[in-house]
């Protein structure tokens, strides 16, 4: 095992001790303070922290939090596993999370997509799990298309890493399609959201879809063919073995995400029955998914910040009448630009009680009012939740919104207040 | 039976990035609202462009397909044909670029459509983003717009084309003279994102009224309430809802968002 150097103990073990002080403040769970510190006192801390281990790194615009704690749940069968937490995925993260972790654990992480070739330079990854790109925070991330590209000079840069690839999203097929030595496993897990793949990625033709293949009619780059696909509620291998996908938690996007996790355990000598059982009883993502009593209602809150994840939570959504409540913020971790409002078709919402909440409730009560949504404007996200109670209460929130939320409904539960809280 | 008016968004697959889609969205409620039938019709590259729509949409973009874009459409003519024949046209961001004279992406010069002399070079010394206040040309009878830029080209008109607007807050066109886009006739650009007009009800139906003439009342007025509450809530947290000239303060808001900007967009 390669030995760490000293600076990099000195600089975990200052940052897990500014994260401990930032929690006695008051301030959070201190993570991201403490992996800066970490990195101020030695900044190749991550290379540094990831010698010696074995190492999978998760990305894509939608599904990487998910996607982790699925993997970190599957490789847990095997020993310890070092892991982010609660989803800070830029370096800061990565270093906090690994500080945690013992020696020589195995490491599952997700990296932000514009950081995925930073990390994978300083980390050497024995994986890399590509999920999808679509887009998101288009003020603050480089253009989809290039993003694509970027990632495919990452899998150039780093051929002895093995690719675990959605081959249904051209762009993802793109930087999968460079792989080295170290092999791609291609995964049909399923794109519904495909307008950011029309023109092709290798050179800017039109691709077409027949079913679930696609090419381009220009220079013939086409899907390829999987390894592993999704048959409804079962894995299916190419050569006819079907593992079935029994989850916690709901919809086809976490159906992909659990067979993208699963394919990248292998990497690790763990069968698909095994880490796909492991993963069954994850029910909840950093608030995800989770189930909470605000006043007479029982809310579930659920992660919907672009329009590709829209596509997937409708079809999380439990059947109307059930009442929902979109809650929009757009501050610098959300895009600070929420014009992918009118790219989601909310007029599927129509037909239900539906609440407009959150910083930029009036972007969204416009763009339900051109929808024909009927629904009631309430900044405020309990308050919006109470209001649409009592019962059953579907919260579809974006990242900073959720986040939020989630502190508020946790901060009340944890301190015994009531419903008048 | 009366044909529907048609709002045509021209090749939303190459130029559908930023939302824009929702300005058609916005223009066939508008009609439906008022009792005229309407309809959007999307052109995906390879289909023809219709010539005979009432209102044409070109939307932002990404480099690459924006040049296929230009290319496409100059080869094809029939958006040159609607608008000599007096159809309404709006060209946001990327579409301001194609309908010009020239365009300068990462990848060379491009020529453009052609409908209108401007040219759009990589002159801005940061790329442009943020909310977006402009004072539309006092011709049009407007009042103050709101939108969200996203671009980092700088665009030039040539003499005798007049300004869209004047940028209140944000950069529009990047030139010294604080323009905003073009207008020439039915025709609109602008770099105004958000979609525009879903946050300006008054410029959708000045495009309505440009196609169709005088247009009934809408059946649904707290449509424009909302849109205009929205909006009033953009122009202030632009800070510019007071004159530019008016202090210090603004400058240093725009120094920090700029900074913070830039720490986000490098190598974009």
Same mark, same amino acid.
């Given at each position: 095992?390669?030995?760490?150097?000293?600076?990099?103990?000195?600089?975990?073990?200052?940052?897990?001790?500014?994260?401990?002080?930032?929690?006695?403040?008051?301030?959070?769970?201190?993570?991201?303070?403490?992996?800066?510190?970490?990195?101020?006192? @030695?900044?190749? +801390?991550?290379?540094?922290?990831? =010698?010696? %281990? /074995?190492? $999978?790194? &998760?990305?894509? #615009?939608?599904?990487?939090?998910?996607?982790?704690?699925?993997?970190?749940?599957?490789?847990?069968?095997?020993?310890?596993?070092?892991?982010?937490?609660?989803?800070?995925?830029?370096?800061?993260?990565?270093?906090?999370?690994?500080?945690?972790?013992?020696?020589?654990?195995?490491?599952?992480?997700?990296?932000?997509?514009?950081?995925?070739?930073?990390?994978?330079?300083?980390?050497?990854?024995?994986?890399?799990?590509?999920?999808?790109?679509?887009?998101?925070?288009? @003020?603050?991330? +480089?253009?989809?298309?290039?993003? =694509?590209? %970027? /990632?495919? $000079?990452? &899998?150039?840069? #780093?051929?002895?890493?093995?690719?675990?690839?959605?081959?249904?999203?051209?762009?993802?097929?793109?930087?999968?399609?460079?792989?080295?030595?170290?092999?791609?496993?291609?995964?049909?897990?399923?794109?519904?959201?495909?307008?950011?793949?029309?023109?092709?990625?290798?050179?800017?033709?039109?691709?077409?879809?027949?079913?679930?293949?696609?090419?381009?009619?220009?220079?013939?780059?086409?899907?390829?063919?999987?390894?592993?696909?999704?048959?409804?509620?079962?894995?299916?291998?190419?050569?006819?073995?079907?593992?079935?996908?029994?989850?916690?938690?709901?919809?086809?996007?976490?159906?992909?995400?659990?067979?993208?996790?699963?394919?990248?355990?292998?990497?690790?000598?763990?069968?698909?029955?095994?880490?796909?059982?492991?993963?069954?009883?994850?029910?909840?993502?950093?608030?995800?998914?989770?189930?909470?009593?605000?006043?007479?209602?029982?809310?579930?809150?659920?992660?919907?910040?672009?329009?590709?994840?829209?596509?997937?939570?409708?079809?999380?959504?439990?059947?109307?009448?059930?009442?929902?409540?979109?809650?929009?913020?757009?501050?610098?971790?959300?895009?600070?630009?929420?014009?992918?409002?009118?790219?989601?078709?909310?007029?599927?919402?129509?037909?239900?009680?539906?609440?407009?909440?959150?910083?930029?409730?009036?972007?969204?009560?416009?763009?339900?009012?051109?929808?024909?949504?009927?629904?009631?404007?309430?900044?405020?996200?309990?308050?919006?939740?109470?209001?649409?109670?009592?019962?059953?209460?579907?919260?579809?929130?974006?990242?900073?919104?959720?986040?939020?939320?989630?502190?508020?409904?946790?901060?009340?539960?944890?301190?015994?207040?009531?419903?008048?809280? | 039976?009366?044909?529907?008016?048609?709002?045509?968004?021209?090749?939303?697959?190459?130029?559908?990035?930023?939302?824009?889609?929702?300005?058609?969205?916005?223009?066939?409620?508008?009609?439906?609202?008022?009792?005229?039938?309407?309809?959007?019709?999307?052109?995906?590259?390879?289909?023809?462009?219709?010539?005979?729509?009432?209102?044409?949409?070109?939307?932002?973009?990404?480099?690459?397909?924006?040049?296929?874009?230009?290319?496409?459409?100059?080869?094809?003519?029939?958006?040159?044909?609607?608008?000599?024949?007096?159809?309404?046209?709006?060209?946001?961001?990327?579409?301001?670029?194609?309908?010009?004279?020239?365009?300068?992406?990462?990848?060379?010069?491009?020529?453009?459509?052609?409908?209108?002399?401007?040219?759009?070079?990589?002159?801005?010394?940061?790329?442009?983003?943020?909310?977006?206040?402009?004072?539309?040309?006092?011709?049009?009878?407007?009042?103050?717009?709101?939108?969200?830029?996203?671009?980092?080209?700088?665009?030039?008109?040539?003499?005798?084309?007049?300004?869209?607007?004047?940028?209140?807050?944000?950069?529009?066109?990047?030139?010294?003279?604080?323009?905003?886009?073009?207008?020439?006739?039915?025709?609109?650009?602008?770099?105004?994102?958000?979609?525009?007009?879903?946050?300006?009800?008054?410029?959708?139906?000045?495009?309505?009224?440009?196609?169709?003439?005088?247009?009934?009342?809408?059946?649904?007025?707290?449509?424009?309430?909302?849109?205009?509450?929205?909006?009033?809530?953009?122009?202030?947290?632009?800070?510019?809802?007071?004159?530019?000239?008016?202090?210090?303060?603004?400058?240093?808001?725009?120094?920090?968002?700029?900074?913070?900007?830039?720490?986000?967009?490098?190598?974009?």
């Amino acid at each position: 095992m390669t030995r760490v150097p000293a600076r990099a103990v000195v600089a975990a073990r200052a940052g897990l001790a500014a994260a401990a002080l930032s929690r006695r403040l008051g301030r959070g769970e201190g993570t991201v303070i403490g992996g800066r510190v970490s990195l101020l006192v @030695d900044p190749r +801390a991550l290379s540094h922290l990831g =010698a010696g %281990r /074995w190492v $999978a790194l &998760v990305s894509g #615009t939608n599904g990487k939090t998910t996607t982790t704690r699925l993997l970190t749940a599957a490789l847990a069968v095997a020993g310890p596993v070092a892991t982010n937490p609660q989803g800070s995925n830029l370096p800061p993260g990565l270093v906090a999370g690994l500080s945690r972790a013992a020696p020589g654990s195995a490491a599952a992480l997700e990296v932000d997509e514009a950081w995925l070739g930073i990390v994978a330079e300083a980390l050497r990854p024995a994986t890399m799990t590509l999920l999808n790109l679509s887009r998101d925070q288009l @003020d603050r991330v +480089a253009e989809v298309r290039r993003l =694509a590209e %970027r /990632w495919r $000079a990452t &899998v150039e840069a #780093t051929p002895d890493a093995h690719i675990v690839a959605n081959a249904d999203d051209p762009l993802v097929a793109w930087a999968g399609d460079a792989a080295g030595a170290g092999g791609c496993t291609w995964v049909g897990a399923g794109q519904p959201w495909l307008d950011d793949a029309t023109g092709c990625p290798a050179c800017g033709g039109r691709v077409r879809w027949d079913g679930p293949r696609w090419a381009c009619g220009g220079c013939g780059f086409s899907r390829p063919e999987p390894h592993l696909w999704i048959e409804d509620d079962e894995l299916v291998e190419a050569d006819g073995g079907r593992h079935r996908i029994s989850l916690s938690l709901p919809g086809r996007a976490n159906r992909a995400n659990a067979a993208m996790a699963a394919a990248t355990a292998v990497r690790a000598g763990i069968g698909l029955d095994v880490a796909l059982a492991a993963m069954a009883g994850t029910d909840s993502v950093d608030g995800r998914y989770r189930q909470a009593e605000v006043g007479a209602s029982r809310a579930r809150l659920l992660l919907a910040k672009n329009p590709a994840g829209w596509l997937e939570v409708f079809d999380m959504l439990a059947p109307p009448p059930t009442p929902v409540v979109v809650v929009i913020n757009a501050r610098i971790a959300d895009g600070r630009d929420p014009s992918w409002l009118w790219d989601v078709p909310f007029e599927r919402l129509a037909g239900r009680r539906v609440a407009a909440s959150g910083e930029r409730s009036r972007d969204l009560a416009v763009r339900l009012l051109y929808a024909g949504v009927d629904y009631e404007r309430i900044p405020e996200p309990v308050e919006a939740i109470r209001a649409l109670g009592p019962g059953p209460v579907d919260v579809a929130a974006n990242y900073t919104a959720l986040r939020d939320l989630d502190a508020r409904i946790r901060g009340r539960a944890s301190s015994g207040s009531g419903p008048h809280g | 039976m009366v044909e529907p008016v048609t709002v045509v968004v021209v090749y939303p697959d190459l130029l559908g990035t930023y939302g824009d889609g929702g300005n058609a969205r916005v223009l066939v409620e508008r009609l439906r609202w008022r009792g005229i039938a309407a309809e959007v019709v999307t052109v995906p590259l390879g289909t023809p462009v219709p010539r005979s729509a009432a209102v044409y949409l070109l939307g932002g973009g990404e480099d690459a397909p924006q040049s296929l874009a230009a290319s496409t459409l100059r080869a094809e003519g029939s958006l040159v044909a609607a608008v000599a024949a007096g159809a309404a046209l709006l060209a946001v961001c990327a579409g301001l670029q194609v309908v010009g004279s020239r365009f300068l992406t990462s990848e060379g010069i491009r020529e453009g459509v052609g409908l209108v002399d401007a040219e759009t070079v990589r002159g801005l010394p940061v790329r442009a983003v943020g909310e977006l206040v402009v004072d539309p040309d006092p011709g049009l009878g407007l009042p103050r717009l709101s939108g969200y830029e996203n671009h980092a080209g700088l665009t030039r008109l040539g003499p005798g084309l007049r300004p869209f607007g004047r940028v209140v807050a944000g950069v529009g066109n990047g030139t010294d003279d604080r323009a905003d886009g073009f207008v020439a006739g039915h025709v609109i650009g602008t770099y105004l994102h958000g979609p525009v007009l879903a946050r300006n009800p008054e410029l959708a139906d000045l495009l309505l009224g440009w196609a169709l003439g005088e247009l009934p009342a809408l059946e649904h007025p707290e449509v424009d309430a909302e849109a205009q509450g929205l909006r009033a809530e953009r122009l202030s947290a632009a800070g510019r809802s007071v004159p530019a000239s008016s202090g210090g303060r603004g400058r240093w808001r725009r120094l920090g968002l700029r900074a913070r900007r830039r720490a986000y967009q490098r190598g974009t």
